[in-house]
């Protein structure tokens, strides 16, 4: 069963959204990319945990909105971001926080790309067929475990993660799913590195992430990853068999 096609017969009013996001990241990443740095989070750290501190509320909901807006502009910041959701707010609600943004920025780019390109674009590979048809089918027809190694493998950029499923006519409910299951382990990673930034800005240190190389870290991650994939690698052993 694959998601309805949009209502909206106008096209370019269906393109209109991903458009806007294209815009909006250019303007982003010509003008404010300098701010997501940890140069940046070090000289103001004192500001913002003043700023947490005198209104929590509105400084979370602030967090969770421009960490959204990150993701949908598609500019890279979200693993600073989910960092810095460490640092501000702890591990806890930290982590939810994280998961919660970073969900809801793919949700909306997924729709934006499926609502303007993504349908007339699957519908062209399906009937053009060949290797990419091929392709398009064997990721329709395992599409929750694919899209839960791709969050888990956190090695490819997260918009193409976002954009790719849209692509090739994803369903929304799978997407939306395995995105907020997908990035949960290493969204805890990130966060639990973050809450650790305030003694590494102490030392007058410049954070880094080859921790995640060290076994405590990877070995999970890799775990996860394998487990995900069992049952692409199960059903390549069955047909083996047969």
């Known amino acids: 069963m694959t998601d309805p096609v949009p209502l909206t017969s106008n096209v370019w009013l269906r ?18 990319r300098h701010f997501i740095s940890f140069e ?14 005198a209104h929590y509320v509105l400084t979370s909901l602030a967090f969770i909105l421009i960490y959204t ?26 982590v939810a926080y994280n998961v919660l943004a970073a969900t809801i920025g793919a949700i909306v780019v997924f729709q934006a790309a499926k609502m303007g390109f993504g349908h007339s674009f ?39 993660t976002n954009l790719v499923p849209a692509f090739v006519g994803v369903r929304f409910s799978t997407f939306a799913i395995t995105t907020a299951i997908g990035i949960i382990p290493a969204d805890v990673i990130y966060t639990q590195l973050g809450s650790g930034l305030g003694e590494v800005f ?11 190389l060290k076994p405590e870290f990877a070995l999970p991650l890799a775990g996860l990853v394998l487990l995900s994939m069992a049952p692409l690698f199960a059903k390549y052993w069955r047909s083996r068999r047969g």
């Open 202 to 212: 102490a030392r007058g240190e410049v954070p880094h992430l080859n921790i995640l």
């Open 15 to 32: 393109r209109l959204p991903i458009l806007v996001i294209v815009i909006v990241a250019i303007v982003a990443f010509v003008f404010f």
């Open 69 to 94: 807006l990150v993701v949908i502009s598609s500019i890279p910041g979200a693993l600073f971001l989910t960092l810095t959701g460490g640092f501000l707010f702890g591990f806890f609600p930290g």
């Open 122 to 160: 699957a519908e062209r590979i399906a009937q053009r067929g060949g290797a990419a048809g091929r392709l398009q089918a064997a990721l329709k027809e395992h599409q929750t475990w694919v899209l839960l190694t791709m969050r888990l493998i956190p090695v490819l950029p997260f918009f193409i």
């Open 40 to 53: 940046a989070l070090k000289h103001n750290r004192n500001e913002l945990i003043a700023l947490r501190d």
